[in-house]
Structures are given as structure tokens and as C-alpha cells.
């Protein structure tokens, strides 16, 4: 069986950072991709960042692009969020996203997600 946990979240003031992390339990965590969501009031699910089983390929929104970097560490089954220059509308729920294909950046809903963690920043 296949969990995944997000943590990490939390409230920061604009312009500082985050890292979010996201542990995955189950089968050969090294042939997943993995990606983050996010979901903020009122608004549909966003993908924000994604990269491949190997960590060589990583693709990001525009919103994140600059400022979002994801990597991962298959010796530990994590993969990071790590957000810098955060602004107020970064604020949102963000879900982690396990799959064995490339992560869709208009999910289907497809994979295993974890349960979310919310980041606020404060302006």
C-alpha cells in the first residue's frame, strides 16, 4: 500500500522561504514521479512543480518558476518543495502527487496524493 505524507507547512512573511517535504511509503520510491499541487480558497487544484523518477528531469508552473525548486532524495523516500520569495498569493493548501508517469500538469487526479499541508504568507 502506498502513502503519501506532506510536511513542512506553516505561516511565513512574505519574502521569506519555505521547504516542504513529502514522504512516500511503499514500493521503490526511485521509479515514482513525484509532484506538488496546490489548492488555494475559492480556486482550482494548481500544479506548481514535478520531476522524474531519476531526479534528472524537473518542470515547474510558471507561478513557481525562479522561486520553487523541487529535487528528491531516493535514499530517503522524500521529495522537497523548497519555496523562496514567497508571496501572500502563494498562500494554499499543497498536496504532494506519486505517480509511475510523468505528472500531469492538468491532473486527472490520477496516483496516490497525501493529505495536503497549508502554507500562509502573511504580506
Known amino acids: 500500500q502506498v502513502q503519501v505524507v506532506e510536511l513542512g507547512g506553516g505561516l511565513v512573511q512574505a519574502g521569506g522561504s519555505l521547504r516542504l517535504s513529502c514522504a512516500l511509503s511503499g514500493p521503490a520510491f526511485s521509479t515514482w514521479w513525484m509532484g506538488w499541487f496546490r489548492r488555494a480558497p475559492g480556486k482550482e487544484r494548481e500544479f506548481i512543480a514535478a520531476?522524474?523518477?531519476?531526479?534528472?528531469?524537473?518542470y515547474y508552473a510558471d507561478s513557481a518558476e525562479g522561486r520553487f525548486t523541487i529535487s528528491r532524495d531516493n535514499g530517503k523516500n522524500t521529495v522537497h518543495l523548497q519555496m523562496d520569495s514567497l508571496k501572500p498569493q502563494d498562500t494554499a493548501v499543497y498536496y504532494c502527487?506519486?505517480?509511475?508517469?510523468?505528472?500531469?500538469?492538468?491532473?486527472?487526479?490520477?496516483?496516490?496524493w497525501g493529505q495536503g499541508t497549508q502554507v500562509t504568507v502573511s504580506s
Open positions: 520531476i522524474s523518477w531519476s531526479g534528472t528531469t524537473t
Open positions: 502527487n506519486a505517480d509511475r508517469y510523468p505528472i500531469l500538469t492538468v491532473t486527472d487526479g490520477r496516483g496516490y
